[in-house]
């Protein structure tokens, strides 16, 4: 007889194990996932209602709703919240501990105790970055990127924000550091490296990077603690140091971050086109190489940050090259999705409407890149609302829609229900439309010599100004509208199947939502991720 | 419950990541330290002149000691020789902290003679400045190190006594000597630079 494990849904209490406890020490990567996803969608609300204060100071020149210190702490701590407790652990955390292990037929991942300690160490961060907001000499001011010598001498509460920033990144290496050994060695016996969900490469280049490049921002943040402890001095001028030092570690690290945002949410793409395409993927192979070489490529082109910061011209000249070649992976995934489409018998379900959603918008926020990636346009643009236009579209609109792309199509088979899908839809013309009225404007006003991080400005810019304030609020009616779609079917019954959208990945064999215990033996047959002959639809 | 599945070479492998990651974190200080001395070598030269080889020499021997009292309890725990094990790693705890004890008294001194951050010695010029201010923040780094091990390794031993770690499943106790001689590892880069560099 089956144990009572393996057939409660995890979302429901085991007999005899029950409340809060179970969840927050639980060593179930499901559940553990199902925390983060919690809290980052907690975290992004932050973020959110913090932009959209931030969007109406704007409306108008002058001061309209906050003061400068206030609005440098509002874009420090949105950029904070949005960077750190959002899209970095956003995908990997949250879906990547769900499905990992579903996905390649193993029973956990390789170090669940080390999981949930993780979780424990983000939650740390997470309250110690909102507790710097309310203790000390006031809300850190620095913006995100903490650039000396400002954070070094501001008496803001900087040095707790570093100490989050430290921890949060300690959660994201041993995150890492468990998806590569889980891959490496919990693999059901006949998943091999060719049978891979995309999914799952995406997540195991996303790994390396955080294993790689996380260390260093962490020394990094911990040597502006020490210096505004003990004021040693290495980036400073004045005592000998270097602040342009500061700048390169920054972004040995932080460059390679975008491609921990952007990766795994290209792996969601990668998974979700195929299914609604009822096609296999088009060039398996180039995707997966692809992530490992956005991996490897993106972790040579920090310095595009830094061209106007008065580095040599041979670096400039170098770095830009460089940052060129990273454009060739990403261009190769966009257009193995694009010809995966082609002459597919394409169901325009949520999730491949998202998924399209991905498509547009990181495209356009991939080839502004390239305009900032130039050092001879750069110098124009540097430091303009070109820039927060540009990773906008790249972060909010490749991850972000990424990830609400993976929520429409993960959703059924973690609730084992199906949301509204009319308000689905709705919410994503909302979603597109607010958001390209919200950051196309910026792109202009951006070109025109709009500076970011300032809560004022020439009227010359007021026009662009608020057609993005009002952009923020459809952007944010599109929010309220998916989360309503979402959260309204979660007390209706569970209707849903095995397999409502007939994908072939491993995850769908199994009952919506998933038992407690799930691949106790390893499963016999492992499928082509990608091939749908034979493949049942189980609404 | 279904039975706990022991994977060795997984919790091995995952070590090896680890201990790469604290490879890389150094590396951004040793990062520093090269790019310095490539701008200041006459005053690293004369920093280096000031610190005590004696000092530094002794905790190298203590170190590489310690290292080798590790490598000598995982085999005597794969003997089943659970005593001699439990003895060798009290051995290394002990040298660690001799290590810190040494470490104390260099840093008192030279807090003593007016090397210090934000000391008029030490604002003398700004290479000296930043190699004192390197000096004291990698070895503190790397001594805030040798307190971690140390206590992974009396885990080790309390593990041991309880039965939970034997001469059958020795993956932890492996583990833990693989972070002493990470330990050992970044010290013996320290040594040189900063002892022997003049
Ligand atoms: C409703 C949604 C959002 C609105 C209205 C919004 C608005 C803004 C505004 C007005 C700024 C400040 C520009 C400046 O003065 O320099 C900003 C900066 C920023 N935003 Fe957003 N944003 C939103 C969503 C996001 C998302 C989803 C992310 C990341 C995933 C994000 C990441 C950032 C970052 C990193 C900065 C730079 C902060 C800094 O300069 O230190 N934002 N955003
Ligand atoms: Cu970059």
């Known amino acids: 007889m089956p144990s009572p494990g393996e057939t409660v849904p995890f979302l429901d209490p085991l007999p005899g194990r029950s409340g809060l406890t179970s969840w927050i020490f639980s060593t179930d990567h499901k559940r553990i996932g199902m925390l983060y996803l919690w809290c980052i969608l907690t975290m992004f609300a932050v973020g959110v209602v913090i932009g959209v204060l931030m969007r109406l100071e704007l409306i108008a020149p002058g001061r309209t709703i906050m003061g400068a210190q206030t609005y440098n702490a509002m874009f420090t701590l949105h950029g904070v919240v949005m960077i750190f407790l959002f899209v970095i ?41 909102v507790t710097s907001l309310f203790t000390g000499g006031g809300p850190p001011d620095t913006g995100w990127t903490f650039y000396v010598p400002f954070s070094e ?25 468990n998806f590569i050994t889980t891959i490496h060695r919990l693999r059901a016996p006949k998943m091999s490296w060719g049978k891979l969900p995309l999914f799952v490469w995406s997540l195991y280049a996303t790994a390396w990077i955080q294993l790689l490049a996380t260390p260093v921002l962490g020394v990094t943040v911990a040597l502006v603690f020490i210096e505004r402890l003990l004021g040693i001095g290495l980036f400073d001028p004045a005592k000998g140091g270097d602040p342009l030092l500061y700048q390169h570690l920054f972004w040995i690290y932080s460059h390679p971050a975008v491609y921990i945002m952007i990766v795994p949410a290209m792996g969601v793409v990668s998974d979700i086109i195929p299914a609604f395409a009822r096609k296999s993927i088009f060039g398996y192979k180039a995707i997966a190489v692809s992530s490992l070489a956005i991996a490897f490529a993106g972790s040579l082109v920090w310095a595009h940050h830094m061209f106007t910061s008065g580095m040599s011209d041979t670096a400039v000249l170098v770095f830009s090259f460089l940052t060129f070649v990273v454009a060739i992976p990403s261009a190769v995934k966009v257009f193995n999705w694009v010809a995966t489409l082609y002459k597919g018998s394409i169901h325009l379900e949520p999730p491949l409407l998202f998924a399209l959603g991905f498509i547009f918008l990181f495209s356009a926020g991939g080839l502004t890149g390239l305009v900032l990636g130039s050092a001879g346009t750069d110098i124009h643009v540097h430091d303009t609302y070109f820039v927060v236009a540009h990773f906008h579209y790249v972060i909010f609109g490749g991850t972000g829609f990424g990830l609400f792309a993976a929520m429409h199509f993960w959703f059924p088979k973690i609730f084992g229900r199906m949301y509204d899908r009319k308000l689905a839809n709705a919410s994503w013309y909302l979603l597109v439309g607010g958001f390209n009225m919200l950051y196309f404007p910026m792109f202009l006003i951006g070109l025109m010599g709009m500076p970011r991080r300032y809560y004022d400005y020439l009227p ?57 215990l799930t691949f106790l033996d390893p499963p016999d047959e492992v499928p082509s991720p990608y091939s749908y002959a034979g493949v049942k639809r189980d609404a | ?88 790693l009290a051995a290394t705890i002990v040298l660690a902290g001799v290590f810190m004890v040494n470490k104390y008294f260099e840093w008192s001194t030279k807090i003593a003679h007016g090397i210090y951050p934000g000391s008029s010695e030490m604002a003398q010029s700004g290479g000296t400045n930043i190699f004192f201010g390197l000096y004291y923040v990698m070895t503190g780094a790397h001594g805030l190190h040798v307190v971690i091990g140390a206590t992974v390794l009396a885990f080790c031993m309390l593990r041991i006594a309880q039965g939970r770690v034997t001469a059958e499943d020795f993956g932890l106790l492996e583990n833990g000597g693989l972070y002493w001689h990470l330990v050992d590892l970044v010290w013996i880069f320290l040594f040189p630079l900063f002892y022997l560099i003049s």
């Open chain 1, 460 to 516: 010359m810019y007021q026009t662009g100004h608020i057609i993005s304030t009002v952009g923020s609020w459809v952007l944010v009616a599109g929010l309220v509208t998916m989360f309503w779609g979402l959260s309204k079917c979660l007390r209706g019954p569970r209707t849903v199947g095995r397999n409502p959208w007939g994908a072939a990945t491993l995850e769908w064999t199994l009952p919506s939502p998933p038992p407690h």
């Open chain 1, 153 to 177: 001498r501001t008496t803001t509460n900087v040095s707790l924000a570093v100490v989050a920033v430290f921890i949060l990144g300690f959660s994201s290496i041993l995150t890492g550091l």
């Open chain 2, 1 to 88: 419950m279904p039975e706990q599945h022991k994977d060795y070479l997984g919790d091995k492998f995952g070590m090896w990541l680890f201990l790469f990651t604290e490879i890389l974190l150094f590396g951004g200080l040793f990062l520093l330290y090269a790019i310095f001395l490539h701008r200041y070598p006459a005053e690293f030269h004369q920093g280096g002149l000031e610190l005590s080889r004696v000092f530094g020499a002794a905790n190298t021997v203590v170190l590489i000691t310690s290292s080798f009292t590790v490598a000598l309890a995982i085999s005597a725990l794969q003997q089943g020789r659970r005593g001699l094990c439990q003895a060798l």
């Open chain 1, 89 to 129: 652990p956003g995908i990997p955390a949250a879906f990547g501990n769900i499905l990992l292990p579903l996905q390649i037929g193993a029973e956990d991942v390789s170090f669940p105790r080390l999981n949930i300690f993780s979780w424990w160490l983000y939650l740390t961060g997470a309250v110690l970055a």
